[in-house]
């Protein structure tokens, strides 16, 4: 399969593991081998399978609007994409909210890309350094991770901005408080300099760049600069939305002081491995394009019937509790885990998104072979060198699950 994956798939495609896992059945926080090796799933997919491997209420949801109707388009009335997005809507926290399907990440950025330029009559954006935003020409204009962002040519005119980084960077040295008034007069100075930017975005926490996020309330300390030179806040929520931080629902209640965002964009875990992405934005945002505009598979009924179904299920089994017991146990664990460990240069993170930087890149692809070796699946990430360890089970997670990980883990970073 390696061989022939080699032959036909782009090299850029890169695969985990030195022998290449192909992954054939799952159940709960289990996946199984085509050898029949089981491993407790602790990286779901990249944050995906965030409910549970084949959880009942999907597959039976799936199966029954496969059975019925797989596609209708836009053009119809869908109902399954009626009730998500009013769902969604009341849950997002941003007043008269529409809300747009796609089927991924990269497309609802760019859609919100798409609705700030327009709103602002702007092509400058904000992103943060270390940031990962989706592969598409404008996504990765937006991106401030080189390793992600494989051209510099881009529609958009982008400006970084200090902050998304907490334990990096000329600011690094400083207290909580210092480092957000450091990064808000950054970005004031930075504004002075430049000509109206559409909209600044930001993951509340960087996936991609290593579960990396700044003190609470800086999100919001922006938003007040923000508001003062017209420019729109978008919450990229593609890995800390639907209570995974524990703490809150959305990535963005940790910098809540100052309201909801004017847009936020969902992806991954939303449809528990069907496509589902999306953006919720205020209305006369949303409604600022005098075009016609269509996603042909986004909201298809197949993938909606499964985030609704993945949608009750969380809400009714309260996984953002979970995330935050089971989480701070977690992260507990591994804290204490990685003190004993002298190439351990960080143990971070916030609810089911647990990170573990180490010192250098070999040393966290060692670490991810050895957890492999002995039945764990864990992630990678980081921004300049990809030396973090990224640990993000399914939100249904139990506290057995979450130990037998972590000792797993510690086995893991000991042998290497
Ligand atoms: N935003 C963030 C924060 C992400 O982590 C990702 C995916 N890693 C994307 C956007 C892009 O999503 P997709 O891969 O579904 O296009």
Known sequence: MHRRHQAVLPDWLALYYDEPLELTHGEGRHVWDAEGRRYLDFFGGIL????????????????????RLIHSSTLYLDRPMIELAERIAALSGIPDARVFFTTSGTEANDTA??????????????????????????????????????????????????????????YAHLSDADFTAACVADLEDLLGHSRAPAALIAEPIQGVGGFTSPPDGLYAA??????????????????????????????????????????????????????????????????????????????????????????????????????????????????????????????????????IEVDRPERAAAVLEAARAGGLLVGKGGGHSTAVLRIAPPMTVTVAEAEEGAALLETALHSV
Request: net charge positive; proline share 4%.
């Open 113 to 170: 890309l798409l609705l700030a330029t327009t709103y602002r009559r702007s092509s400058q954006l904000l992103a943060m350094r270390n940031s990962y935003h989706g592969r598409s020409f404008s996504t990765i204009g937006i991106t401030g991770n080189k390793g992600w962002s494989p051209t510099g040519l881009s529609p958009l005119q982008t400006l970084y901005v200090h902050g998304g980084v907490r334990t990096r960077g000329p």
């Open 48 to 67: 995906t399978t965030m409910t549970a491997h084949a959880l009942p209420e999907v597959t039976k949801a799936v199966a029954e609007q496969a059975g």
């Open 222 to 355: 922006f938003r007040e600069v923000l508001q003062r030179h017209g420019v729109l806040w978008i919450s990229d929520e593609v890995q800390t939305g639907w209570g995974r931080t524990g703490d809150h629902f959305w990535g963005w209640q940790a910098h809540a002081q100052s309201g909801p965002p004017d847009m936020l964009t969902f992806a991954k875990g939303i449809g528990n491995g069907m496509s589902v992405g999306g953006v919720v934005a205020r209305a006369d945002i949303m409604n600022c394009l005098d075009a016609n505009s269509i996603s042909t598979f986004g909201g298809s009924p197949v993938t909606m019937a499964a985030g609704l179904a993945n949608l009750g299920y969380l809400l009714e089994h309260d996984l953002q509790g979970n995330a935050r017991r089971v989480g701070g146990l977690l992260l507990e664990r591994l804290r204490a885990i990685g003190e004993r460990v002298p190439f351990v240069r960080e143990v971070r993170g916030r609810g089911l998104m647990a990170a």
